[in-house]
């Protein structure tokens, strides 16, 4: 992860010093001026590590964010700012363990995550640091206060436990919409930072104060934008995975009636949904109570107090170790049902049809599942049957629901565990979430499959940015464009069938009523294939 995140923050650094010019762009926030020379592409200004709160530092861990404080003087905005604490890996912490702790035992101990453990503070890494509520802004350079053009706000993906806006190469919405819309891309707190519940925070604190952290990035939105040329009533957020699932969160949020609005649009690729428990349910109250231990605040007589006072990298260090935990392909510090912001499972709010937004356009890729079974030799080698797999992963699940599970994924022409696990993962954590959200949108709600071989997660990144790190493995100039231009179209006009529609796409029809979605995928002769194709009957009745 570190060489990977030196080799982003290079080629930033690089373009920053390949793109001065003779007159920098001024934007003045009221409580901070900002200036750029920063030009990564013709035509466009970026401006990056634009302080969009105060340090969520101290007394304010585990609180909603605050406004920044006054700034003076101008501040030069051509470097990223250092990504939120994390774990050292790209994908966050995700579960190695082949049992589920909490099939068993609701109750888990608190006390065996290294008891007696002492952590010594280290500096930050050089790449991360708990003050980390920056974001970027890309405009067109000559756009000026009175252009209000839409705005694409993103959300950036890593199991609510990694990952950096550096690594999202959004001013690429700028120049692939013909300088037609002004990009956001948004840092908020990851992992035991972000998303530590139980009532000991919601009494203390604020539960999920990472998806805090963006709503309050959609407030700064709404209230600095025009000063890059952006339209505060054009917005439309867009995001992958946890970027994604952090959508569909601000979809539901306050049960589908955010006011005042901050979207009017909403862009999801492969919406990541994982268990949603209440905010002081038995699981995430042990998960704090593994925290408390891990970094010796058990014997406090205020644990959150103590916890404000351990060091981020004992906090990073719990995440890490109780993260790895847990049942394998699964991620520990998510969001969790908090009575205010989120009122009830995101499920049950988008089944009654209550959402936040206009339109919605949401994808899936074709393999999902297979991305979180880093051994799948695991499963075989420790003689799993789909029965011991469901069990384990859904640990709230009776016998009686189990053997339901069992026999909806046991006849779908898969023949091994391996490949039933695998796809079990992809449905249910990605694949249903987006067929939830977008019969919630009807009319103004479109669905697509991104199908390019091997249609891994994440692997569609390579295909909605021009200068991903990664770039893609199938270049049809023809498909790329189709498939990039029906994000930016739903953003323009809230429609994919509108604004630059590129040839190959033929008119895509919303979910109401026809059940069909976008087949983006190729032929094995490499001719691609952009064609709308009928949902599986039998995928909707799973997800039912």
Same mark, same amino acid.
């Given at each position: 992860?570190?060489?990977?995140?030196?080799?982003?923050?290079?080629? $930033?650094?690089?373009?920053?010093?390949?793109?001065?010019?003779?007159?920098?762009?001024?934007?003045?926030?009221?409580?901070? @001026?900002?200036?750029?020379?920063?030009?990564?592409?013709? +035509?466009?200004?970026?401006?990056?590590?634009?302080?969009? *709160?105060?340090?969520?530092?101290?007394?304010?861990?585990?609180? *909603?964010?605050?406004?920044?404080?006054?700034?003076? +003087?101008?501040?030069?905005?051509?470097?990223?700012?250092?990504?939120?604490?994390?774990?050292?890996?790209?994908?966050?912490?995700?579960?190695?363990?082949?049992?589920?702790?909490?099939?068993?035992?609701?109750?888990?101990?608190?006390?065996?995550?290294?008891?007696? %453990?002492?952590?010594?503070?280290?500096?930050?890494?050089?790449?991360?640091?708990?003050?980390?509520?920056?974001?970027?802004?890309?405009?067109?350079?000559?756009?000026?206060?009175?252009?209000?053009?839409?705005?694409?706000?993103?959300?950036?993906?890593?199991?609510?436990?990694?990952?950096?806006?550096?690594?999202?190469?959004?001013?690429?919405?700028?120049?692939?919409?013909?300088?037609?819309?002004?990009?956001?891309?948004? &840092?908020?707190?990851?992992?035991?930072?972000?998303?530590?519940?139980?009532?000991?925070?919601?009494?203390?604190?604020?539960?999920?104060?990472?998806?805090?952290?963006?709503?309050?990035?959609?407030?700064?939105? &709404? %209230?600095?934008?025009?000063?890059?040329?952006?339209?505060?009533?054009?917005?439309?957020?867009?995001?992958?995975?946890?970027?994604?699932?952090?959508?569909?969160?601000?979809?539901?949020?306050?049960?589908?009636?955010?006011?005042?609005?901050?979207?009017?649009?909403?862009?999801?690729?492969?919406?990541?949904?994982?268990?949603?428990?209440?905010?002081?349910?038995?699981?995430?109250?042990?998960?704090?109570?593994?925290?408390?231990?891990?970094?010796?605040?058990?014997?406090?007589?205020?644990?959150?107090?103590?916890?404000?006072?351990? *060091?981020?990298?004992?906090?990073?260090?719990?995440?890490? &170790?109780?993260?790895?935990?847990?049942? #394998?392909?699964?991620? @520990?510090?998510?969001?969790?049902?908090?009575?205010?912001?989120?009122?009830?499972?995101?499920?049950?709010?988008?089944?009654?049809?209550?959402?936040?937004?206009?339109?919605?356009?949401?994808?899936?890729?074709?393999?999902?599942?297979?991305?979180?079974?880093?051994?799948?030799?695991?499963?075989? $080698?420790?003689?799993?049957?789909?029965?011991?797999?469901?069990?384990?992963?859904?640990?709230?699940? @009776?016998?009686?629901?189990?053997?339901?599970?069992?026999?909806?994924?046991?006849?779908?022409?898969?023949?091994?565990?391996?490949?039933?696990?695998? %796809?079990?993962?992809?449905?249910?954590?990605?694949?249903?979430?987006?067929?939830?959200? $977008?019969?919630?949108?009807?009319?103004?709600?479109?669905?697509?499959?991104?199908?390019?071989?091997?249609?891994?997660?994440?692997?569609?990144?390579?295909?909605?940015? #021009?200068?991903?790190?990664?770039?893609?493995?199938?270049?049809?100039?023809?498909?790329?464009?189709?498939?990039?231009?029906?994000?930016?179209?739903? *953003?323009?006009?809230?429609?994919?069938?509108?604004?630059?529609?590129?040839?190959?796409?033929?008119?895509?029809?919303?979910?109401?009523?026809?059940? $069909?979605?976008?087949?983006?995928?190729? @032929?094995?002769?490499?001719?691609?294939?952009?064609?709308?194709?009928?949902?599986?009957?039998?995928?909707?009745?799973?997800?039912?």
């Amino acid at each position: 992860m570190l060489a990977y995140t030196t080799l982003i923050f290079a080629s $930033v650094a690089a373009t920053a010093a390949a793109g001065q010019s003779l007159s920098p762009k001024v934007a003045a926030l009221g409580y901070a @001026t900002y200036q750029s020379t920063l030009s990564p592409d013709p +035509g466009v200004t970026s401006f990056l590590g634009i302080r969009y *709160a105060a340090p969520p530092t101290g007394q304010f861990r585990w609180k *909603a964010p605050q406004p920044p404080a006054t700034i003076k +003087g101008i501040q030069n905005a051509t470097q990223p700012a250092l990504q939120c604490f994390q774990s050292g890996s790209l994908t966050g912490s995700a579960g190695a363990a082949i049992t589920n702790r909490f099939r068993k035992s609701p109750a888990f101990p608190s006390g065996d995550h290294n008891r007696g %453990k002492r952590l010594q503070t280290r500096d930050t890494d050089g790449f991360s640091d708990e003050d980390c509520l920056f974001l970027n802004v890309h405009t067109p350079t000559a756009s000026t206060a009175d252009s209000r053009l839409p705005v694409i706000v993103y959300m950036h993906g890593g199991g609510y436990d990694a990952g950096n806006i550096s690594l999202y190469p959004t001013q690429d919405f700028v120049s692939l919409s013909r300088l037609g819309v002004v990009a956001v891309s948004i &840092q908020y707190r990851l992992g035991v930072f972000g998303f530590l519940a139980g009532e000991d925070v919601k009494q203390g604190g604020d539960l999920n104060a990472g998806l805090l952290d963006q709503n309050f990035g959609l407030q700064w939105v &709404q %209230k600095y934008i025009s000063v890059f040329g952006g339209d505060p009533a054009k917005v439309t957020i867009w995001g992958q995975s946890a970027g994604a699932g952090s959508i569909l969160q601000h979809i539901v949020a306050h049960g589908g009636n955010t006011r005042p609005a901050l979207f009017r649009a909403a862009l999801a690729n492969s919406p990541f949904l994982p268990f949603q428990y209440q905010y002081n349910d038995p699981i995430p109250e042990t998960l704090y109570s593994n925290v408390v231990a891990h970094v010796n605040c058990s014997q406090s007589s205020n644990s959150l107090q103590c916890l404000r006072s351990a *060091a981020a990298s004992a906090l990073t260090d719990a995440d890490t &170790q109780i993260g790895f935990a847990s049942f #394998m392909g699964t991620y @520990t510090f998510v969001p969790v049902v908090d009575g205010t912001f989120i009122v009830e499972r995101p499920s049950v709010t988008l089944n009654r049809g209550q959402r936040n937004g206009d339109a919605l356009l949401v994808t899936t890729n074709s393999n999902e599942g297979a991305f979180f079974f880093v051994f799948p030799d695991v499963l075989t $080698v420790n003689n799993f049957t789909l029965t011991e797999y469901i069990t384990q992963l859904f640990p709230r699940l @009776t016998t009686q629901q189990i053997n339901i599970a069992v026999g909806l994924y046991s006849n779908i022409g898969l023949a091994t565990v391996s490949d039933q696990a695998t %796809k079990i993962m992809g449905e249910s954590i990605f694949v249903c979430p987006a067929y939830w959200m $977008v019969k919630a949108f009807g009319k103004s709600g479109w669905k697509g499959e991104f199908a390019i071989p091997p249609g891994l997660h994440a692997e569609d990144l390579s295909y909605e940015f #021009m200068t991903f790190a990664i770039p893609p493995t199938f270049t049809d100039p023809g498909f790329l464009n189709a498939y990039r231009q029906s994000f930016l179209s739903t *953003a323009i006009s809230l429609n994919p069938n509108d604004q630059l529609k590129p040839t190959l796409l033929q008119t895509w029809p919303s979910w109401t009523g026809h059940d $069909v979605e976008m087949l983006f995928n190729q @032929t094995e002769g490499g001719a691609p294939v952009v064609e709308t194709i009928s949902t599986d009957k039998e995928l909707l009745q799973r997800c039912a």
